[in-house]
C-alpha cells in the first residue's frame, strides 16, 4: 500500500509504502483508520522520516496529517478534502 501523509498547515504531501499485511489487509486499514496510526503524533514522526527530519514533538490528534490509501494504484480510503 502507498500511504500519502499531507501536512495541513503548509500543505506538503509525502508517499510511504506500507507493507505490514496482518489478517489479509483489513488490520493495515484499521490501523490508518482507528489504530495508532490515526493519531497525529504517529503521523507526524512517519511524515518527517519521509522527508529526513529527525523526530520532533507532535500534538495528538486526528486532523493535522490526512491520509490518502493507495492499493495497486487504486484509491481505498482518503481523508483528504479536494
Known sequence: MDVHIKNKLTGEVVC???TINF???EYDLY???DGNLACSCNRGIL???AKGIG???ELCGDD???IKI???GELIYT????
Open 16 to 18: 510511504i509504502k506500507h
Open 23 to 25: 489478517m489479509l489487509g
Open 31 to 33: 490501523e490508518w483508520i
Open 47 to 49: 511524515f518527517r522520516r
Open 55 to 57: 523526530n520532533g514533538e
Open 64 to 66: 493535522l496529517y490526512p
Open 70 to 72: 493507495y492499493n495497486n
Open 79 to 82: 481523508e483528504v478534502d479536494e
